[in-house]
């Protein structure tokens, strides 16, 4: 970075042991010593949905998770309780999490607009800088950015639970920031606001290729597990709408049909000697279209023996039928013998199916089957419901040959999505590194314009 951007003249020790050397002309304060005081709402009840521009909202603690300010991260207050809403959001100050998780505790964003309908509640803090305009939120919010301000925030924050902490204000005010002056942090703002905006349209050009690439990655497996490696095949209604048609030689069938399903146990948490073995044990969080070889929990013999879990062999297919998220309805196949627990249901199929083509066929599936199929449309799935599902069964030889292909073919998305993910890791790199050295005054940007062609393009787009 130093080959880009000039250096300071002179440069002393801060005193403050996270923040080293600054420029000679800059102080360092306390955050009491520019935010006037911290103001807090309380905790009303509100419905699920956010509020509109004309009813009144309660803002989330996810409303600054991603460093952005997001408005629409709030809930709508009910009549019965309009009265009582206090603190509204203004424009150019800080709202700050004062109680959270301990990698989320202390986040904090910038307000740009006004919101005339949005309130905090009782674990968000919004600052009321000394100084006129909004040159020191911008700027504290930049700091707050940094590893070694994060530090600060995990040594002064306390709570009763790993799970849930909290900050007192004057601990949060007494930490020590950088104290340039105020056109100098006009100008590391508008310097980190142009460098950081190129950067973002990266992230988000690799996160569009990303999409893409995943896009096309799934269009390749559904046509290859539903159509078929020959485009001269003839074709046959399916009977299953989502399906529509596949080869005519193939057959459409219940999974049941072609294979044994069985479900899993948790062991006695209270049984201690139930922990302490080598047998994994799979939770549907590890259920992720791989192959499982090595578990987050063990069990021990006596667990398998004295209560109901199950114990599979390699090769059989695993599906979570409920979980968080996108967990519902992915499968991966085992590695090795394992048992699992109630969530997860074990697929063995017969000889005229193979786990290998059916984990591609439920990769192509995974919208389906948790919907249920056309069944139901209830959010868990069961064996039951597993098992009724309908599967395209081609001859052996035939998946064989749609699983070869499609190992073969994937690779090369695989390999653009990996080299994508990297090029956004870098990205964000780059720009964290840019905002340290930015406001820790590593580098000079007082000096700083924007290059001349994109002046005259940002003016054309202005007009």
Known sequence: MA????????YKDSG???????PAHWGVKKLKYLIKKLDSGVSVNADSEPANSNEIGVLKTSCVYTKAFRSEENKKVIEEELKRVSCRVKKGQLIISRMNT?????????VLHEYD????PDRLWQTEFYSAGDHDAHYVHSVSLLQGFRDQIKMVAAGTSSSMQNIAKEDFLGIYIPHPSAREKQHIRQFLDHETAKIDTLIEEQQSLIRLLKEKRQAVISHAVTKGLNPNAPMKDSGVEWLGEVPGHWGVSAL??????????TPERSQSR?????????????VKYDTIYKTEECISEEALQESSVQLSPPGTLLMAMYGQGV??????????????????????????????????????AYHAIRDGGNETSQMNLNADIVGKFKVTIPLKKEQADIVAFLERELVQYDVLIEEANTAIELSKERRTALISAAVTGKIDVRHWAAPATEQKQEAVEDM
């Open 3 to 10: 080959d880009r951007y000039q250096a300071y003249p002179e």
């Open 16 to 22: 403050v042991e996270w923040l080293g050397d600054l």
């Open 102 to 110: 301990p990698e989320l505790v202390g986040a904090c964003a910038p």
């Open 117 to 120: 309908n949005l309130y905090l």
């Open 256 to 265: 049941g049909y072609y294979s044994n399903l069985n479900t899993g146990a």
């Open 274 to 286: 139930y922990w302490l073995g080598d047998i994994p044990w799979i939770k549907t969080g590890e």
């Open 327 to 364: 967990t519902r309805g992915r499968v991966a196949i085992l590695g090795v013998s394992a048992t699992y627990n109630q969530a997860c249901v074990a697929i063995s199929p017969n000889k005229h199916v193979s786990s290998e083509f059916l984990r591609f066929y439920f990769m192509a």
